[in-house]
């Protein structure tokens, strides 16, 4: 009796002295995968706070638009090249502006494109002047007032950047109104030509190559 009595004694003694340690090793095992939790929740609540559109997000602060795809990684044409030269020598070296080149030298207007200061210019591609009937723009081509009025109605007198792009209205070297709607990389003018590579430096100007050719109003 006196031997059952000393063994239950003494296995009582020793789950008193494992269990501590059991109890010890559960919550070592519960703070272990509390703190292999914590860098991910940090890790999401930071990612959570970073602006959106933070990686990869399109931005304006260079040249924009699908067109600029085609423009030269080099040389005169290419953007560093551009940004040397006054706005019509720079406009001469892009080959999709080759019209709009052939009716500025036409209107005797290319000192004066040259020549002025801090202006933008919405220049129309060839494919642009291509929508025009090509009798009509023979017409115009051969009428040097109505040409001088068209070509210059597509120059505002001061730099524009995007953000001013996107409700904008803008005086023009023809004296009448242009207006300008969108946001991001996408822009409108006049509701009628879509900004196809935009915000492109030269030396004197700020160029938005437009796909439609603008009539003042």
């Known amino acids: 009796m006196n031997a059952l009595r000393f063994r239950r004694i003494a296995i009582t003694v ?33 990612s959570a706070s970073q602006p959106s559109g933070s990686d990869g997000a399109p931005t304006t602060d260079g040249p924009f638009g699908p067109a600029c795809a085609s423009v030269p990684k080099g040389g ?10 006054p706005v019509a020598t720079a406009a001469s070296h892009n080959p999709a502006l080759s019209t709009l080149v052939a009716a500025v030298k036409k209107a005797g207007l290319v000192d004066t494109l040259n020549n002025a200061q801090n202006i933008t ?9 291509a929508k025009i009937p090509k009798a009509d723009l023979d017409k115009v081509l051969n009428d ?15 730099k524009l950047t995007p953000m001013q792009l996107a409700n904008g209205s803008f005086d023009t070297l023809a004296k009448s109104k242009l207006t300008t709607t969108g946001s991001g990389t996408t822009y409108k003018v006049n509701d009628s030509a879509n900004v196809v590579c935009g915000n492109v430096p030269t030396a004197n100007a700020t160029v938005y190559i437009i796909d439609t050719v603008l009539m003042p109003k």
Do not use: R
Request: hydrophobic content about 45%.
């Open 14 to 46: 020793a789950a008193a002295a494992v269990l501590p340690f059991a109890l010890s090793a559960c919550g070592d095992d519960g703070k272990k995968d509390s703190a292999s939790a914590s860098p991910s929740e940090t890790a999401t609540a930071s």
């Open 121 to 129: 210019v919405f220049a129309p591609t060839n494919d642009a002047f």
């Open 76 to 85: 005169a044409g290419s953007f560093d090249g551009m940004a040397k030269d």
């Open 144 to 158: 040097k007032a109505t040409l001088t009025k068209i070509l210059t109605y597509h120059v505002v007198g001061q």
